[in-house]
């Protein structure tokens, strides 16, 4: 990236497994973003968000003086200045818009992570999830595939149920065929989904008892956008949980870009 | 830059199947073996060639191995029994028998395949749960008194006390030598990495120790003499434990490297821990105490964070090799480190050292997944502060 004589912008882009997203930041804060889909070439869908992001905070990419690439696609970021995983980006975006954020759960297309940062925003520890799609925004678009529900409806489903139908499998596949003979016993869908949202979150939780959860909760990612699992959530944990008001799906290229300008100053941008 | 006595090490190892197939010519026989209290003196001071059996890495033999075994199980156990199903290794295909001890119940089992499926002639050693009552340790003593007895029977000759004696002094010296090699490579200045090693303690698995022994001792010369000294590379020093990692198993290692972290010590089974059994008394019976009083196995299960000296030989290194991280890789199904693991994890944490779990297998379908892991846990100790060329405290493991 080069830097003009103006003050200096600078770019996050998190190459996720279902999207691409980009943030640019300034001295005056959030300056612009876009959400793409990733598709089946990683290396184009960045700097084509990145054009997005740059055309909503007006700016050129010569206004962006550092840019930290991060996320799966992160390996075939040749346009980034620097590569950083999600894991460090998602704490530093959370801890960005919530400095008392202590404990991460970042939900997104294909993995799910639980975060412990400390007072600076620095990871301390972490786990994510086996090579598996439970506890993934991928998994509840394959649930809410089988009761054909658009996904942005499923999490208000989920809190209409006026009971919870336990689900007992997260595997993608043996789940879909325990929700389907659910379905055929004559369970009311808001609870099979409900079931289906309190099996991910237990499983989470799991999870997060391996770092311990401590201090605020954030939530972040695809899945944070989901009311139904900040609900499930909450009860699997007993704790209150913060969804940011920015989207959260952009906390990780929001990291990046705290990241870009931290580095970037450093060197003298 | 390699050491000219590394590339001696691979050499010698290049040329080591034709001198096995040569010595069975002459009527020579081969032990194979697995496990973690197989006395590899024993074998050699009957005249019978060790060899230790295993490698990691190719799922392909996983897929062989659980055609006989539930996928369930272990897999390095599994990729062990595709060996022998496909009989292409070139060690394998020119054992006698197998040894195989108790320690881990899983090894335990592959003798009854081997034998059952294989037809291989196999000679077990059983091992108490724990040794530290003196009805374990008189078990244990009997048990190899038989685990001898039926080696002379294979061998054909019986054990000669004094042969038995001089191949502990071969043994112990490489022993020794190994750990003085491990010393070097953990200080901040180098001119021997942990890859090359760890490289060099394979080889061991194959060659002759006699040979073993000359090449190491040359590879410790050259390294006290400094040769091909160089700066340690940038990044925090990683200490590697858990489960086997194999000959032929270098992901994690490689995804380690590329993330630009250092490995400066393990403790892995496949790695220094062989290296710390100590015979005090070159019999039969002070071999055995050697075999159980040395640093334990995680399929120990009577260990209690009190007793158990595996986990204070792990802080201890963690200390002497002034280590930031340490990733503990966990082998699917590989239960006792996986068992393990939180209890490590706890133990760490408490003296403020970092450490991850890395689970995988042989598949290549987690590359990706554990490179990010490694990636953020790197970037976890340097956002602490590490700083390459650290000074090091004096390593006498």
Redo the contacts between chains.
Sequence with gaps: MCQSASEPAFAGIDVGSLTTKAVIISNDGIAGSGVVPTGVRPEESGPEVFRIALKAANLSEEDVAYLVATG?GR?SSDYADKT?????CHARGAYYLHPATRTIIDMGGQ?CKVIRVNGEG?????A?N??CAAGTGRFLEVMSGVFKVDINEFGPMALRATDVVPISSTCTVFAESEVISLIARGELPENIISGIHSAISNRIAGMAA?VGVEGDVFFSGGVAKNAGMKAALERSLRSSITVPAFDPQLVGALGAAVIAETTGRKAGA | MTLRAIANVRDALASRPAEIEAARKQGAKVIGWFGYATPIEIIHALGLIPIRLGRGGDDRLVEIGARYISNQNCVFLRASIGLFAEKNDVYVKNVDAVAIDGTCLQMYRMADLLDYYFKVKTVVLCVPRTFQTAGARAYFHRELQWFVHELEEIAGTPLDPEKLAESVALYSSIRNTTRELYHHVSRGRLSLTWRELYEAVHAGYYLSPEKYASLLHELLARVEHGENTVAASDGPRIMLSGSVLAPGDTKLIEIIEQAGGRVVVDDLWSGLSPSLVRINEPTVTGIADAYMDRVPHAAQPHLDRQTDHRLANMMRLVRESNVDGVIYHTLRYCDPFTFKA?EVKEVLGNEGI?MIEI?TEYAG??T??I???V??FI??LT??GCRPGQPVAEVRV
């Design positions: 799966y390996v950083v995983t999600e894991i460090t993995d620095n990871v301390t520890d972490f994510m086996d090579k391996r | 939180v970092p689970h379908s987690d990706e997944a490179r990010t892991r990636e953020a970037e976890l956002s602490r």
